[in-house]
Antibody
Framework: EVQLAESGGGLVQPGGSLRVSCAASGLTFSDYWMTWVRQAPGKGLEWVASINQDGNERKYVDSVKGRFTISRDYAKNSLYLQMNSLRVEDTAIYYC???????????WGQGSLVTVSS | QSVLTQPPSVSGAPGQRVTISCTGTTSNIGTIYNVHWYQQLPGTAPKLLIYDNTNRPSGVPDRFSGSRSGTSASLAITGLQAEDEADYYCQCFDTSLSGSVFGGGTRLTVL
């Protein structure tokens, strides 16, 4: 059974940093593109970043470029999102998910809440 | 303002049929990239409902179906059930943004 488990969320002040992690099991991690999708309180889904199987191709939504970095560790079967210079508008539940074929996500984690507030 | 446009809400009585539209542009739905749909029940993570315009993952009832034409796509739900009450999102890859885009979401209410 495929499982994705996010961790590392919490409360951080504006301008601060935080890293959320996603531990994957039940799949061959190196076979998948992986992605982060976020959902602000009471709002819709927003794609944040994706990384390819080799880790050498990364894509970001414009609003996080230069502030967020997506990465992966094959030894730990883990996906990461390093978030710097956080803003209030980055407050959201951050979901990790697999990416298949034409960029659809068939497996999702339960999400990790990141709150940016003073 | 989402790149893909969905109606904020739709409703229907049990047993009825409803459709949810998703309107895009020539940079996303109007390209070779396919449209996907997700169902999000309250307080839970999104679940893949339809992929590649018309395909259902294993376990998704055939009451759910998808279609696509030009720069638009639709999700149809027949034989509405109370358990279908959820938020529904469409998604596609956008060639101008070089990333994935979602619709704003549609809240389905079963009357």
């Amino acid at each position: 059974e495929v499982q994705l488990a996010e961790s590392g969320g919490g409360l951080v002040q504006p301008g601060g940093s935080l890293r959320v992690s996603c531990a994957a099991s039940g799949l061959t991690f190196s076979d998948y593109w992986m992605t982060w999708v976020r959902q602000a309180p009471g709002k819709g889904l927003e794609w944040v970043a994706s990384i390819n199987q080799d880790g050498n191709e990364r894509k970001y939504v414009d609003s996080v470029k230069g502030r967020f970095t997506i990465s992966r560790d094959y030894a730990k079967n883990s996906l990461y999102l390093q978030m710097n210079s956080l803003r209030v508008e980055d407050t959201a539940i951050y979901y990790c998910a697999t990416v298949r074929g034409t960029f659809f996500s068939d497996y999702w984690g339960q999400g990790s809440l990141v709150t940016v507030s003073s | 303002q989402s790149v893909l446009t969905q109606p904020p809400s739709v409703s229907g009585a049990p047993g009825q049929r409803v459709t949810i539209s998703c309107t895009g542009t020539t940079s996303n739905i109007g390209t070779i990239y396919n449209v996907h749909w997700y169902q999000q029940l309250p307080g839970t993570a999104p679940k893949l409902l339809i992929y590649d315009n018309t395909n259902r993952p294993s376990g998704v009832p055939d009451r759910f179906s998808g279609s696509r034409s030009g720069t638009s796509a639709s999700l149809a739900i027949t034989g509405l059930q109370a358990e279908d009450e959820a938020d529904y999102y469409c998604q596609c890859f956008d060639t101008s943004l070089s990333g994935s885009v979602f619709g704003g979401g549609t809240r389905l209410t079963v009357l």
